[in-house]
């Protein structure tokens, strides 16, 4: 077939008149992901430069932002759940992503056994539900059941156990290792699909020149997945953001003890909808709302625009 | 091979590696399980043994039947698990054909567009989507759930399954074309059956957020005829903190049937991921 032939073929549906088809493709999703996503997201946006003035909704411009900066109480409860946000997301990176590396380049070691059982079994915590995982480890580690100090005296490490979720300087270190333990199944089997499909001839090559084993992880294999890590990354800014979940369970809306395990996930739930002896505050909630929306597009923007520009990927 | 000798060695500590991994992540598990069937007695005096006649005991299941419509939720759950992921990967599909197959104008726009839910959780705009369902009279019914979670789906599913269908081969499409299908015969007949493996990985990947979400169950449909099994386990277990049969057992019931799932999908899920839906 020539050229213009199969040029020919290729545009017929680009010429057609009026393509309704693409329309009726594109308009369910459109329309609910519009409806249910965007337009509360920005109806959300607009509402944190509203609040109740004399018992009438009305534009107040950006009083929100300075009473949630400049309030002593608010601005301190802000701040403390952002810190503890930032402490928590730096876990994650530190412990979370290179375990799961760790564990993905040692799963794709080529016809090693079990590597299919360790993989399912690995993933298992990832599809428990913050509900069970948070109660689960609560037992766990709980000095009434004692099966934590149990496990620490079989290596000899008794003496170092301490109801680590009570204590306020232990309460975030503890919670932040319960997320990982749940969620190191994600960056491990992203990580291994993105091992997978590294081609032989590049790792036979190396061979070749005598690089195996550790130096060809090192210096074959993590610049090839670099992409993958990066990725990784984001999901992992992202997603702390969205870990209420496990807090709400494991420590309350409060975040206790002492607002230790507070994060800005459930500040803007307590915010909203109040909690105890606080009234919700639609606007406030709106509020933080935005600023965690601010600080998400400054994360992925710094990534997109900064770092993965800078990164080398490599076409096969 | 140069290594011959040092491979066995570093093999068994792979082994050795993976393995102590593997404990820790079934042994909270495991011992929830385990528990469950235990009498109240044995589950403290010997948390780690297996239960034997002697201290196997219903008990825990016993309460949690008789004190929670835990059959309701579980229905709750199914229903709005099934219909969002029926939606997502319905809608999902189409809207990725048409963006991977169709050249139009803002077709890059669109895909941008219908991308950012990626980046931006969907719970940011819970205050307005309250809002919403109030309006509508949504709020305590399953529908709220099911629109909700189907919004928060598509955007990863458009983006895995337009990935991969792009792969699908023109020349089947074009061939299709000249017997004379239609486009919507082209996507139901030709297309959908080829992309199974990226549908089943997105049916996963969807279904775990979905099955196991707190906070839109905790304040769309907080009902009692609405509960899911994830806010149903939640307020069961905080009234009854002190019996640890009836939470252990209601633990091990809302996690069976994520692990049946699982069991199920496993397959499907691996060769979805590592042929390269997810890159």
């Known amino acids: 077939?020539?050229?213009?032939?199969?040029?020919?073929?290729?545009?017929?549906?680009?010429?057609?008149?009026?393509?309704?088809?693409?329309?009726?493709?594109?308009?369910?999703?459109?329309?609910?992901?519009?409806?249910?996503?965007?337009?509360?997201?920005?109806?959300?946006?607009?509402?944190?430069?509203?609040?109740?003035?004399?018992?009438?909704?009305?534009?107040?411009?950006?009083?929100?932002?300075?009473?949630?900066?400049?309030?002593?109480?608010?601005?301190?409860?802000?701040?403390?759940?952002?810190?503890?946000?930032?402490?928590?997301?730096?876990?994650?990176?530190?412990?979370q992503n290179p375990i799961g590396v760790a564990l993905a380049a040692m799963l794709s070691i080529p016809k090693l056994r079990f590597a299919a059982f360790y993989r399912s079994a690995i993933f298992v915590p990832t599809l428990l539900s913050f509900v069970i995982v948070g109660f689960i480890w609560k037992l766990i580690l709980s000095p009434i059941w004692g099966i934590a100090p149990w496990l620490m005296d079989l290596v000899g490490m008794k003496w170092a156990f301490a109801p680590w979720l009570g204590k306020p300087e232990t309460a975030l270190i503890t919670v932040s290792l319960i997320s990982v333990w749940q969620y190191v199944g994600i960056p491990m089997m992203l990580i291994y699909a993105a091992l997978l499909n590294i081609p032989d001839e590049v790792l036979e090559a190396a061979e070749c020149d005598g690089i195996t084993g550790w130096s060809q992880f090192w210096k074959i294999k993590l610049p090839l997945i670099l992409p993958s890590i990066g990725i990784i990354s984001v999901l992992t800014f992202v997603g702390n953001f969205n870990a209420f979940d496990l807090i709400y369970t494991v420590q309350g809306a409060l975040g206790g003890p002492n607002g230790a395990t507070d994060i800005l996930g459930t500040l803007l739930y307590r915010t909203f909808f109040g909690f105890q002896n606080q009234m919700g505050d639609r606007s406030m909630g709106a509020t933080i709302a935005t600023v965690m929306f601010l600080i998400i597009l400054a994360g992925v923007s710094l990534y997109l625009f900064v770092i993965q520009r800078r990164m080398r990927r490599y076409q096969f | 091979?140069?290594?011959?000798?040092?491979?066995?060695?570093?093999?068994?500590?792979?082994?050795?590696?993976?393995?102590?991994?593997?404990?820790?992540?079934?042994?909270?598990?495991?011992?929830?399980?385990?528990?469950?069937?235990?009498?109240?007695?044995?589950?403290?005096?010997?948390?780690?043994?297996?239960?034997?006649?002697?201290?196997?005991?219903?008990?825990?299941?016993?309460?949690?039947?008789?004190?929670?419509?835990?059959?309701?939720?579980?229905?709750?759950?199914?229903?709005?698990?099934?219909?969002?992921?029926?939606?997502?990967?319905?809608?999902?599909?189409?809207?990725?054909?048409?963006?991977?197959?169709?050249?139009?104008?803002?077709?890059?726009?669109?895909?941008?567009?219908?991308?950012?839910?990626?980046?931006?959780?969907?719970?940011?705009?819970?205050?307005?989507?309250?809002?919403?369902?109030?309006?509508?009279?949504?709020?305590?019914?399953?529908?709220?759930?099911?629109?909700?979670?189907?919004?928060?789906?598509?955007?990863?599913?458009?983006?895995?399954?337009?990935?991969?269908?792009?792969?699908?081969?023109?020349?089947?499409?074009?061939?299709?074309?000249?017997?004379?299908?239609?486009?919507?015969?082209?996507?139901?007949?030709?297309?959908?059956?080829?992309?199974?493996?990226?549908?089943?990985?997105?049916?996963?990947?969807?279904?775990?957020?979905?099955?196991?979400?707190?906070?839109?169950?905790?304040?769309?449909?907080?009902?009692?005829?609405?509960?899911?099994?994830?806010?149903?386990?939640?307020?069961?277990?905080?009234?009854?903190?002190?019996?640890?049969?009836?939470?252990?057992?209601?633990?091990?019931?809302?996690i069976m049937p994520v692990m049946i799932l699982y069991v199920i999908f496993s397959r499907q899920l691996i060769r979805g991921i590592t042929a390269g839906a997810v890159k």
């Open chain 1, 1 to 95: 077939m020539s050229a213009a032939e199969t040029d020919d073929i290729d545009n017929v549906p680009v010429r057609r008149p009026a393509r309704w088809h693409i329309a009726v493709f594109l308009a369910p999703a459109f329309l609910v992901y519009t409806a249910v996503m965007i337009l509360p997201l920005i109806e959300t946006l607009r509402l944190s430069f509203f609040n109740v003035v004399a018992g009438q909704m009305q534009f107040v411009g950006l009083s929100n932002f300075q009473t949630l900066f400049g309030d002593p109480r608010l601005s301190a409860d802000f701040f403390n759940a952002l810190w503890n946000n930032v402490i928590f997301f730096i876990i994650h990176m530190l412990v």
């Open chain 2, 1 to 254: 091979m140069s290594n011959a000798r040092t491979a066995p060695v570093r093999t068994a500590l792979i082994h050795l590696a993976l393995l102590s991994y593997t404990v820790i992540a079934l042994f909270p598990v495991f011992l929830t399980v385990v528990n469950s069937f235990k009498s109240r007695a044995a589950i403290f005096r010997e948390p780690m043994a297996v239960p034997s006649p002697a201290t196997f005991s219903l008990i825990g299941y016993e309460t949690v039947l008789k004190q929670g419509d835990f059959l309701g939720y579980f229905q709750n759950s199914m229903i709005v698990t099934i219909a969002s992921i029926a939606l997502v990967l319905l809608f999902g599909a189409m809207a990725a054909f048409a963006l991977s197959e169709y050249r139009f104008r803002g077709n890059l726009l669109m895909g941008l567009y219908l991308a950012l839910g990626i980046m931006i959780p969907i719970r940011l705009g819970t205050v307005a989507i309250l809002q919403g369902m109030v309006a509508t009279g949504l709020v305590n019914t399953r529908t709220a759930l099911v629109l909700v979670y189907t919004a928060q789906g598509l955007p990863l599913a458009i983006f895995i399954l337009s990935e991969f269908m792009r792969t699908v081969s023109d020349d089947l499409k074009n061939a299709g074309r000249i017997d004379g299908l239609s486009e919507y015969s082209i996507f139901f007949r030709l297309v959908l059956p080829l992309v199974r493996p990226a549908m089943a990985t997105v049916a996963v990947f969807t279904m775990i957020p979905i099955w196991n979400d707190l906070w839109f169950p905790l304040i769309l449909a907080p009902g009692e005829a609405t509960k899911t099994v994830t806010l149903g386990a939640q307020m069961f277990i905080g009234q009854y903190v002190t019996n640890w049969n009836a939470v252990l057992a209601a633990l091990s019931l809302a």
